[in-house]
């Protein structure tokens, strides 16, 4: 019987990666990533903050301190910020930086492999702003036809 390495088991393993099937690892990232915090999380990170109503995402990616994002994501709690901004950074999505400082700052900002994902959300951002009349529309029609 041969024997394999750990990087020809790795390779196979991301042979067969199959978000369809319940116990691939891939399922667990879409999940991951698929949350509106995460989406909002990178979104704000890759563009630089808050963009002027009409402009596609234009800004360029930078590190935001945790107050700033806090502000920026409105609606979000505490916690919530705190959980996504770690689950991000366990992923290698997101780098945290802390600055000895009085008070310490901390910055978080986007790794190149959450640069390459910021480049897929930015385009669902942009799809569901720019069509959220046509949904707000089909709903209605939906709910007056089922009602």
Same mark, same amino acid.
């Given at each position: 019987?041969?024997?394999?390495?750990?990087?020809?088991?790795?390779?196979?393993?991301?042979?067969?990666?199959?978000?369809?099937?319940?116990?691939?690892?891939?399922? $667990?990232?879409?999940? *991951? !990533?698929? =949350?509106?915090?995460?989406? &909002?999380?990178?979104?704000?990170?890759?563009?630089?903050?808050?963009?002027?109503? #009409?402009?596609?995402?234009?800004?360029?990616? *930078?590190?935001?301190?945790?107050?700033? &994002?806090?502000? &920026?994501?409105?609606? !979000?709690? $505490?916690?919530?910020?705190? $959980? %996504? /901004? *770690?689950? /991000?950074?366990?992923? #290698? &999505?997101?780098?945290?930086?802390?600055?000895?400082?009085?008070?310490?700052?901390?910055?978080?900002?986007?790794?190149?492999? #959450?640069?390459? /994902?910021?480049?897929?959300?930015? #385009?669902?951002?942009?799809?569901?702003?720019?069509?959220?009349?046509?949904?707000?529309?089909? *709903?209605?029609?939906? =709910? %007056?036809?089922?009602?």
């Amino acid at each position: 019987m041969a024997t394999t390495t750990a990087a020809q088991r790795r390779a196979q393993a991301k042979v067969e990666y199959d978000a369809f099937l319940a116990v691939c690892p891939s399922r $667990q990232l879409l999940d *991951r !990533i698929s =949350d509106k915090w995460v989406t &909002l999380v990178l979104a704000a990170l890759g563009n630089g903050g808050p963009q002027r109503p #009409g402009t596609d995402c234009a800004g360029e990616p *930078r590190a935001m301190r945790y107050s700033e &994002l806090a502000r &920026l994501l409105a609606g !979000i709690s $505490q916690k919530m910020l705190t $959980q %996504t /901004l *770690r689950s /991000l950074e366990r992923d #290698g &999505l997101v780098t945290r930086t802390v600055t000895p400082t009085v008070p310490v700052t901390v910055s978080y900002e986007l790794t190149d492999l #959450g640069l390459s /994902l910021y480049a897929m959300v930015r #385009g669902l951002k942009s799809w569901a702003e720019t069509h959220m009349d046509d949904v707000l529309a089909n *709903r209605e029609t939906y =709910d %007056t036809r089922v009602a």
